[in-house]
């Protein structure tokens, strides 16, 4: 059964930094792209970043370029989001997501809340 | 590449049919999805590749278009259908989603 954990979420004041991390499992985890994805309180699905199966290629939200940084590692199935220079805007329920092909993001965790606040 | 869905809300009664429409800003070829996302809950794929029905989803969810107009159909709303759908292209990065259709029962 493929499953999506994430952690790492929690309360930040604004200008900090958090890691978030997605344990995987089920799954042939070093063949997979895999994102990032947000929902801000009342607000819509936003992509955060993307990551290639091998880690070599990234892409960003143009409003996370430069304060997120994403990666993995394949030996151990896990995901990471640095995030640094966190603002009220950041705020949100974060999910990992396993992308298929170009098709879709068949699989998704269940999140992990990060809240900005001072 | 920006996504308009329409309308942001609806509310129908239970065996209705329901359309929900998704416009890009340019094309997007059929690289196009749909989700469903209830509150506390992990989004689910519906539909890929703009008319490709995922494993597991009711047939009563069908999705038709491609280039530029999408368009998501349940063809007969039943109560645990209550959620908000969401279309997403997966053309090129970012991969942006709509806004968003809230669908409740009348």
């Known amino acids: 059964e493929v499953q999506l954990v994430e952690s790492g979420g929690g309360l930040v004041q604004p200008g900090g930094s958090l890691r978030l991390s997605c344990a995987a499992s089920?799954?042939?985890?070093?063949?997979?792209?895999l994102h990032w994805v947000r929902q801000a309180p009342g607000r819509g699905l936003e992509f955060v970043s993307a990551?290639?199966?091998?880690?070599?290629?990234?892409h960003y939200a143009n409003s996370v370029r430069g304060r997120f940084t994403i990666s993995r590692d394949n030996s151990k199935n896990m995901l990471y989001l640095q995030m640094g220079s966190l603002r009220l805007e950041d705020m949100a329920m974060y999910y990992c997501?396993?992308?298929?092909?170009?098709?879709?993001?068949?699989?998704w965790g269940q999140g992990t809340l990060v809240t900005v606040s001072s | 590449i920006q996504l308009t869905q329409s309308p942001s809300s609806l509310s129908a009664s239970v065996g209705d049919r329901v359309t929900i429409t998704c416009r890009a800003s340019?094309?997007?070829?059929?690289?196009l999805a749909w989700y469903q996302h209830k509150p506390g809950k992990a989004p689910n794929l519906l539909i890929h590749?703009?008319?490709t029905l995922q494993s597991g989803v009711p047939s009563r969810f069908s999705g038709s278009g491609s280039g530029t107009d999408f368009t998501l159909t349940i063809s007969s709303l039943q109560p645990e259908d209550v959620a908000t759908y969401y279309c997403?292209?997966?053309?090129?990065?970012?991969?942006?989603f709509g806004g968003g259709t809230k669908v409740g029962i009348k």
């Open positions: 990551i290639s199966n091998d880690g070599d290629t990234t």
């Open positions: 997501a396993r992308k298929f092909g170009n098709s879709a993001y068949d699989y």
């Open positions: 997403q292209q997966l053309i090129s990065y970012p991969l942006a």
């Open positions: 590749r703009a008319s």
């Open positions: 340019q094309g997007v070829n059929n690289y």
């Open positions: 089920g799954f042939t985890f070093s063949t997979y792209a």
